[in-house]
């Protein structure tokens, strides 16, 4: 015991002697157990090694390995250069001792435990029992507690291309960077051997044969490896039948009775005496034919100069025709429109070239199991003739009518064919799956013993690794490099740089390409909002369903783009999916709702002389470049949030905010088209830039505004920035523009004076602004005064005249009558007829500014009576007067007017 935990464990007694483990090394100690027997002049067993995962801070000092169920025991043992240790394999794959261990044979060995402590305690054997917590591995499933159990596995000897898989990484840019040298490298660093093989049923099969005489081993890589193999020791030889009576008419005869009889010509008769002639030197064992006239009058032609009886079979006969029988061999080869549809389809009673093949590849299978060792002739017709041929070379339809079609047996032609076994499914298509490539069995080319598939199947993981190789069928398309090869990156969650990241870098270094991506973009976990692993056993799993449902799929993409990088884990939170959707989505929406409520929607341009258009067409230029270069450097998060900003700070905000009214209260219908222009082009811009983040909105966009020809926003070409329309001195004025009205909004907030409430003047000091009317203009609209001056100080004159204070008035009755308009849904181009009380007190004030009344609340008339039809009935707040009003929409009933203003604002 180390002399450390003598204490700890509550070890009393005297010390007889003290030594160092190192002098402990090499002794050798009787066993507990004597269940197994080593060979002792083979094996080494039952002796003291050295090791660095044995610890003072816990146990005795001295621990018992069992390489069979450890990975760090069995990693000891392989350290030792001198004689092996056994694996002493103890346990069955059900968790139950053997029968060798006779005390405890068939105990599950959790269940042994307390029968072996009982055990050393009868023998006298047991020093100390007792509890203590220490880690131990349980099924994630079902929480029962899980034994290593070591087995043998073929593996990728990865250790040999550490050097490369390390070179190839410095190839590739990682986001986030850190990944690079961190758990990547580093897993690179501890590379280990790959072990490949998996014992189930599903899966890819590993493609080893081996020898169950001579223990050979074969690796088969292809259809050609397979071909090369030898299956069978019988010798085949096709004939066509000689010329027949169907062939001089052109028609299909496949059944008996023959419905148009077609035995052989004088010519056909003739080709089969020459054939025979020359079979006397093969030593034909049997002779096998279709017992359809023709071929049974060549079979027995051969058999009689042979000297052998023919054997005849249905399952050899022509095509079955159906409903094509005794008809022209056109009509019958014009069901089919194409070469592979012969493959699929068949006509009515009729057989498809698929079923035929099936039926003579079967037949010859059957063959290879009744004999061996002999010469067999079979005699048959062209079309199972060609299925047979290709058949037994594993073609597919395309090689069968690139190889086997142009060159048709002719009448009376003879063919040698050699047998080989592919795995065919019952349907005849080539499955290289389990069972049917568990089927193939061939002899062993170096002693002549059967050699079988192995039972393993291959990790998955290599078929995730193997991807960008078997998409195209690498190297079976043209042996050079693979197409489509590096992927210009990959994305997955953090846990893939030991999964699909390693495994696509595995394979295509071994297999001598460099990375099989340029750029890797790992993502972190989502977890809950504390910052936990969700799980169903925890209740904090969140159903990504119902949140799409709820927010939209766009939303809830955006809320993943933007919340933080993309390497950071996520602390998933619903209210900020909800604050994605309101601080974006809808934002975006109604921009282009605002498009369609007042926009002319002929055309979309990037030309304006307008100082808002040139300065939002640079802003969206620069947006452009932005957005482009960031994508470039898969700085994603930059340039989703970019976008979200030029959104809601400059779109909505500024230029939609401050094109109201070119929109609403056009000077002239070219105004009108020229804002409407702009705008469609800068919603038309963000669509495509926003088309990856937003597939679904950004698609409705697209087709909404139909200006253009393609059929998806997904098919158009990625936006190109306008340097020359980039104004970096328009934005910095612009910037100073908006900081100004932020100051004279804040001012107006401290005087506690709505916006609505027109003032006279503001002085700022900003003299470069001068001689900028129209930015001057945009500040006199959104601070709402009458007047800009420049003084040495900002300044905002808060003292409200008469004159002021009724358009102010007035502004508020417009506001409230619009806020009405909307209430009831109407559209900007439906009008209404407004009626105020007769005894109303701003009656005055209403006939002054009637016609501004009209004109911006989209007005109609006004009407001073009761009005019997009405569609709303309110009060409008007007400083601290309530004023009675009914509005009603204009059209539907003209109200009876006794007194009416004489101006109308028409549109």
């Known amino acids: 015991m180390a002399k450390e935990r003598a204490k700890v464990l509550n070890i009393e007694g005297k010390v007889l002697k003290e030594v160092k483990g190192k002098d402990l090394l090499g002794l050798k100690y009787q066993p507990v157990f004597d269940f197994y027997q080593p060979n002792l002049e083979k094996e080494r067993v039952w002796e003291v090694l050295g090791a660095d995962f044995v610890l003072l801070e816990e146990g005795t000092g001295l621990v018992h390995i069992a390489p069979a169920f450890g990975e760090e025991d069995m990693e000891l043992i392989k350290t030792q250069n001198q004689k092996k240790f056994p694996i002493i394999l103890n346990v069955d794959e059900e968790g139950k001792f053997k029968l060798e261990v006779k005390k405890f044979a068939g105990l ?40 290593y159990y070591a087995k043998k596995s073929w593996f990728i000897k990865m250790t040999a291309v550490k050097n490369d898989l390390i070179k190839n990484n410095e190839k590739i840019n990682w986001v986030p960077p850190h990944l690079k040298k961190g758990r990547f490298g580093e897993w690179l660093r501890e590379v280990k051997d ?36 030898k299956f069978s020791k019988n010798r085949y030889f096709l004939l066509r039948h000689g010329e027949s009576l169907m062939n001089v008419k052109q028609i299909i005869v496949s059944t008996l009775p023959e419905k148009v009889r077609c035995p052989l010509t004088e010519k056909g008769r003739g080709q089969i005496k020459k054939v025979a002639k020359i079979l006397k030197k093969e030593k034909i064992d049997l002779i096998i034919a279709s017992d359809l006239i023709r071929t049974r009058e060549t079979a027995e032609i051969v058999g009689k100069e042979l000297g052998i009886k023919p054997i005849f079979d249905k399952r050899l006969r022509d095509i079955q025709a159906g409903v094509f029988e005794g008809k022209s061999l056109k009509a019958h080869t014009s069901f089919w429109k194409s070469y592979e549809e012969r493959f699929l389809k068949r006509p009515k009673g009729g057989e498809s070239y698929l079923e035929v093949k099936v039926r003579v590849y079967n037949f010859l299978k059957d063959l290879e199991k009744k004999y061996h060792g002999k010469t067999i002739l079979l005699v048959g017709h062209q ?70 598939r192995v039972s ?60 099989s991506y340029k750029n890797v973009v790992s993502l972190g976990h989502v977890l809950d909002e504390k910052g936990e692993k969700m799980s169903k056993s925890k209740g904090n799993v969140v159903d990504p369903w119902t949140i799409v449902e709820k927010y939209g799929a766009d939303a809830t993409r ?54 808002l258009d040139r300065w939002i067409l640079s802003r969206l230029n620069g947006l452009i470049l932005g957005t482009t270069k960031n994508l470039e450097n898969y700085e994603i998060t930059e340039a989703a949030r970019s976008i979200e900003n030029f959104v809601i700070k400059d779109l909505s905000l500024w230029y939609i905010r401050r094109s109201r009214e ?137 003292k409200i005249t008469k004159e002021l204070k009724e358009e102010g008035m007035v502004r508020e009755i417009i506001r409230q009558i619009q ?32 016609e501004k009344i009209c004109q911006e609340g989209k007005v109609e008339k006004v009407v001073f009576e009761e009005m019997e039809n009405f569609d709303f009935q309110g009060e409008i ?30 549109s």
Not at 197 to 222: A, D, F, H, Q
Not at 831 to 850: H, M, N, Q, R, W
Not at 894 to 902: A, D, L, M, V, Y
């Open 819 to 850: 806020q009405k308009r909307k209430e009831l849904g109407l559209q900007p181009k439906e009008k209404i007829v407004v009626s105020f009380a007769p005894d109303s007190e701003i009656s005055p004030l209403l006939e002054k500014y009637g």
């Open 456 to 515: 393993e199947v291959i990790d998955c993981w290599f078929d995730s690794g193997a991807m960008p190789f078997a998409q195209n069928h690498w190297p079976f398309d043209d042996g050079k490099k693979p197409k489509l090869f590096p992927a210009d990156y990959i994305a997955e969650g953090i846990d893939q740089t030991r999964g699909w990241f390693y495994t696509l870098l595995a394979i295509s270094t071994l297999l001598g390409f460099g990375p």
């Open 877 to 906: 707040k007007v400083e601290d007067k309530k004023i009675s009003f009914k509005i009603k929409k204009y059209g539907s009933k003209n109200p009876r007017s006794s007194s009416t203003f004489p101006w109308r604002h028409s």
């Open 383 to 452: 079309r199972p003739w060609a299925m047979l041929e290709g058949a037994v070379k594993g073609y597919l339809v395309k090689e069968f009518s690139e190889k086997i079609e142009p060159r048709k047996m002719k009448t009376g032609e003879l063919r040698e064919i050699e047998f080989k076994l592919f795995p065919y499914d019952k349907k005849g298509n080539l499955d290289f799956h389990r069972p049917y490539v568990d089927e193939i069995k061939f002899f062993c080319p170096k002693c002549g013993g059967e050699m079988k």
């Open 108 to 147: 599950f060995v959790k269940d042994a435990d307390p029968l072996i402590i009982q055990d050393l305690k009868e023998r006298g054997l047991l020093f100390k029992e007792e509890l203590y917590e220490h880690d131990y591995p349980f099924c994630w499933r079902c929480k029962t507690p899980l034994l």
């Open 662 to 798: 070119r929109f609403q209260k056009p000077k002239n219908k070219k105004e009108l088209e020229e804002a409407s222009a702009c705008l469609g082009y800068l919603l038309l811009t963000l669509s495509k830039l926003s088309a990856p983040f937003i597939p679904f909105l950004s698609e409705f966009f697209y087709q909404k505004l139909q200006v253009s020809k393609k059929e998806s926003i997904h098919l158009e070409s990625w936006p190109k920035p306008d340097k020359k329309a980039i104004d970096k001195n328009l934005e910095k004025k612009m910037e100073k523009i908006r900081e100004i009205t932020s100051l004279a909004l804040a001012e107006r907030a401290k005087a506690k004076i709505k916006v609505r409430q027109p003032l006279l003047r503001l002085e700022i000091p900003n003299l470069e602004l001068k001689r900028d009317s129209d930015l001057l203009e945009l500040i006199k609209k959104e601070v709402n005064v009458k007047e800009i001056g420049f003084g040495k100080k900002f300044f905002l004159e808060t």
């Open 194 to 229: 790959w072990a490949l093989s998996r014992e189930r049923y599903w899966g890819t099969p590993l493609p080893i044969w081996k020898c169950e005489n001579c223990k050979n081993l074969e690796v088969l890589g292809s259809r050609e490896d397979l071909r090369r193999q």
């Open 558 to 611: 955006w809320y993943f783009f933007t919340i933080n990088q993309p390497g950071e884990p996520k602390l998933f939170s619903e209210k900020d999916v909800q604050e994605a959707l309101r601080n974006f989505v809808l934002t975006f929406w109604n921009c282009f709702s605002f498009y369609q409520t007042y926009a002319i929607k002929k055309k979309v341009s990037k030309k304006s002389k307008n100082v």
